[in-house]
């Protein structure tokens, strides 16, 4: 076994301005106020994910899920500790793909998979697939600043999906995909998963998670709650009530897996 | 599914930080990304706009003109100056370069915020396709210069081309480092970005390009070392060795009077010089960059 992720007493501080202005620092140093205020998104996290591992990296909002994937993917840099990764990362940050609003979605799709580090031979040769399973018709030559909000998820997951990565980063994807998309995606992942790739999947579907994952990492408020399993995971985050009135989406995402059970 | 299920896959190389840290280096190992966002850049800098790229030439067209008139008839130094047109277009094709190169670089990681908050990648790279796509339009416009200077009686020498090559390698080098320096600074605030347009001003009025170098020569009575320590006056100095001096009926009398004796020395000293600069301009640019995402609104 090989480490595919590696997290070292990582931190990150974010700093929580209170005054920006010249005029407004002034005033707030005369008054004595703070003229600023950090916050710990992440706090001391440790862990270490091996190659073919398939993660679900759980927590409640706020917790840091999305601080780790930008760290994890070199977005950003930790402020103390070190990530370190191994190969090539694809994947998805926060449900929207970094694209460009005034070009089109062809042109998107050569620069996203560009900065993915695909070539240009390499991106002709898979153009057709990617477009093909986004399914945007002929929105492809608009610019992606008039796309729906699901048409641009769409997209930027079929980039990040096609690139032949050695991790995939899956952040919230499903939370605007409709139901056949949701499903191709599962679908997709799930190659990924089997292809001996590394997979960090972040949600708050407990099935989904439990559907895809053989460990689960639970943040809390910037630290490591939990580590392992994934029913204790589920447990731990008490997410595993599945009649839970007031999370709708994970209704929804049983339904799906029932679905997707009756596929595969 | 395409992908061979069987065999498990490995992932090759060593365990390294996800986050690019090379710099300006893996910026040029990147060529194909460099390409696209300069192509990009190309197509997006008049966006909207119905003229287009003919922005790239109608400003700098517009400048002349009024140099031309004000310069050249009011203050009548088309009498004192010979080829008064051809020594204010010279001088200005590097000083646009400049500007351009400062300006835009400096908005350019703002301006391209969707992809610097979204995606991993070196992001020296905007600034550095900004100093490329304003050097791409310095080609339509040294063309026009060359066919005007022919029109003169002007001959190629490789003098000349050697000053044109420094001149331009000066602007490239200092426009990127100060627009490393400030597109990162502009995340921070954006009076960076307010303050390039007063800067630019300093920059037409700070280089011998609407008066000639022989009138600052006169003022200065010869101490001209603190004129000529600013590297874009070395450039423009080197564009008129280049092309004014041999359109005029005395070219060796007039590279005596209006160029400084050591002309190409100062040339490659500023080369020098502008190369430090990017050098410190990549250091400041790392440690800033750590925090521009989370400070990209």
């Known amino acids: 076994m090989t480490a595919s992720i590696v997290a070292e007493n990582v931190s990150k501080t974010f700093t929580l301005r209170y005054h920006r202005t010249f ?46 994937l930008k760290l994890i993917n070199g977005i ?23 694209f460009h609003p005034q070009l089109t979605g062809r042109e998107n799709v050569y620069l996203n998979a560009a900065i993915l580090g695909m070539s240009e031979a390499e991106t002709r040769r898979k153009f057709d697939e990617i477009v093909d399973f986004a399914d945007i018709g002929r929105h492809l030559d608009a610019p992606v600043g008039n796309y729906s909000s699901g048409m641009f998820a769409r997209l930027g997951f079929s980039v990040a999906i096609h690139v032949d990565s050695d991790i995939f980063l899956a952040d919230e994807v499903l939370a605007v995909g409709d139901r056949p998309f949701k ?33 689960v990492i639970v943040l809390e408020k910037g630290r490591v709650g939990f580590d392992g399993d994934v029913d204790e995971g589920i447990r731990y985050l008490k997410y595993d009530d599945d009649n839970t009135e007031n999370e709708p989406d994970e209704d929804d995402t049983e339904d799906m897996d029932d679905d997707l059970g009756a596929d595969i | ?21 090379q710099g300006l280096l893996e910026v040029f190992r990147r060529r194909y990304l460099l390409k696209l966002l300069v192509r990009r850049e190309i197509s997006a800098r008049y966006q909207g706009s119905f003229l287009g790229l003919m922005w790239s030439y109608i400003n700098p067209l517009s400048q002349f003109f ?18 008064f047109a051809v020594h ?68 190629p020498d490789p003098g000349g081309l050697l000053a044109v090559l420094l001149a331009l390698l000066i602007i490239m080098l200092l426009g990127t480092a100060l627009a490393l320096l400030f597109a990162a600074a502009n995340v921070f605030f954006r009076d960076f970005g307010s303050a390039v347009g007063i800067l630019t001003h300093f920059v037409r009025f700070g280089v011998p390009m609407i008066y000639p170098y022989s009138l600052v020569d006169e003022r200065f009575g010869g101490h001209t070392t603190a004129y000529l320590s600013n590297p874009i006056a070395d450039a423009v100095l080197l564009m008129q ?50 925090r521009i995402p989370e400070r990209l609104q």
């Open chain 2, 241 to 290: 060795r280049a092309f004014w001096i041999g359109t005029t009926q005395h070219p060796a009398e007039m590279a005596r009077t209006n160029l400084p004796p050591n002309l190409f020395q100062l040339g490659a000293l500023a080369v020098v010089a502008c190369f430090v600069l990017l050098l410190i301009g990549q250091m400041v640019f790392t440690r800033l960059q750590n």
């Open chain 2, 88 to 155: 204010i277009f010279a001088g200005l094709i590097v000083v646009h370069f400049f500007t351009e190169t400062f300006a835009a670089g400096t908005r350019s990681i703002v301006r391209n915020k969707a992809l610097v908050k979204k995606m991993a990648m070196p992001r020296e790279m905007f600034p550095v396709a900004s100093m490329l796509v304003s050097l791409y339009h310095v080609g339509p416009q040294l063309v026009i210069l060359v066919v005007a200077c022919l029109f003169y009686g002007w001959t």
């Open chain 1, 76 to 98: 950003m840099r930790p402020d103390g500790g070190t990530v370190l990764t191994r190969g090539r990362i694809a994947g998805l940050i926060a449900t929207g793909a970094g």
């Open chain 1, 23 to 68: 005029k407004q620092m002034t005033v707030a140093m005369v008054k004595g106020h703070d003229v600023s205020d950090d916050f710990k998104a992440l706090d001391d996290v440790s862990f270490t994910i091996e190659q073919g591992e398939s993660i679900g990296l759980m927590g409640l909002n706020g917790s840091g899920k999305s601080t780790m």
């Open chain 2, 66 to 83: 009024l140099y031309w008139f004000v310069m050249g008839y009011i203050l009548n130094l088309h009498k004192n100056v010979e080829n």
């Open chain 2, 1 to 21: 599914m395409s992908e061979t299920v069987s065999a498990v896959h490995v992932a090759q190389g060593e365990l390294t930080p996800p986050s690019a840290n």
């Open chain 1, 183 to 215: 499903r191709k995606c599962m679908e997709k992942m799930e190659a990924i998963r089997t292809s001996g790739r590394t997979l960090l999947y972040v949600s708050h579907a407990a099935g989904s998670v439990r559907k895809m994952c053989d460990r």
